[in-house]
């Protein structure tokens, strides 16, 4: 069974939460998730993308190895934006491709977030090679954070590389997506992003 997204695993996240929730209600206990003062959520997250909820109330952290994440206990708020259009990948190794740019209409506002994209590569040359592709922010040129996939082997001409990234924005700006590979391929045949789908969470903060 394939991973759970970070969109996926959120959602069944909350879904428990307010079972949680609505089971403290109905007894004396005082919920400590969400914060019974504040309404937050906090969550660890690890490179891997596995997230479980802490009780940041009762003193629970978040391991070494782990991000920490809070977000709002009742009220989400979610940007997203996509493209279909084929983005041709240079030929030449270490290139990067703006492969999706954010829409004007969809700036984020200034605050904590974390980005998923999901960006399909599609690619018929047979030399094995490496493709990376990362979140980038505008104002800064700042790389957010990005996967790297190794390309040889079975597995056919198409992989989707999910890309986590969090950022903490002190103004309004925006966020996209580059990719490039690690070596110089020969032209002809297929080398090109043929989709990218992004979704930016706000969140009460990222430590």
């Not at 069944?12 to 109905?26: F, K, N, Y």
């Not at 782990?66 to 279909?84: F, Q």
């Not at 990948?89 to 270490?94: N, T, V, Y």
Request: charged residues 10%; contains cysteine; glycine residues 8%.
């Amino acid at each position: 069974m394939e991973d759970l997204t970070w969109r996926q695993r959120l959602g069944a996240l909350l879904a428990v939460l307010a079972t949680v929730v609505l089971a403290s209600t109905a007894s004396t206990a005082v919920a400590a998730i969400p914060h019974s003062s504040t309404g937050a959520i906090t969550g660890c997250y690890t490179s891997a993308g596995a997230l479980r909820v802490v009780d940041a109330q009762a003193g629970n952290a978040c391991a070494a190895t782990e991000t920490r994440v809070e977000w709002n206990g009742t009220v989400i708020t979610a940007t997203r934006w996509s493209t279909g259009a084929i983005s041709q990948l240079p030929r030449a190794g270490g290139v990067s491709r703006l492969v999706a740019s954010q829409p004007y209409a969809k700036v984020l506002a200034a605050g904590a977030w974390v980005v998923t994209a999901d960006v399909l590569i599609a690619n018929s040359l047979d030399p094995p090679t490496s493709f990376r592709c990362y979140a980038q922010q505008w104002s800064n040129q700042a790389v957010l954070g990005g996967q790297l996939q190794d390309w040889g082997g079975a597995g056919g001409w198409h992989r989707t590389l999910t890309i986590s990234a969090t950022v903490t924005l002190t103004a309004p700006d925006y966020v996209d997506i580059y990719c490039l590979h690690d070596q110089n391929l020969p032209t002809g045949g297929v080398l090109q992003a043929e989709s990218v789908d992004v979704i930016a969470q706000r969140v009460i903060a990222v430590n």
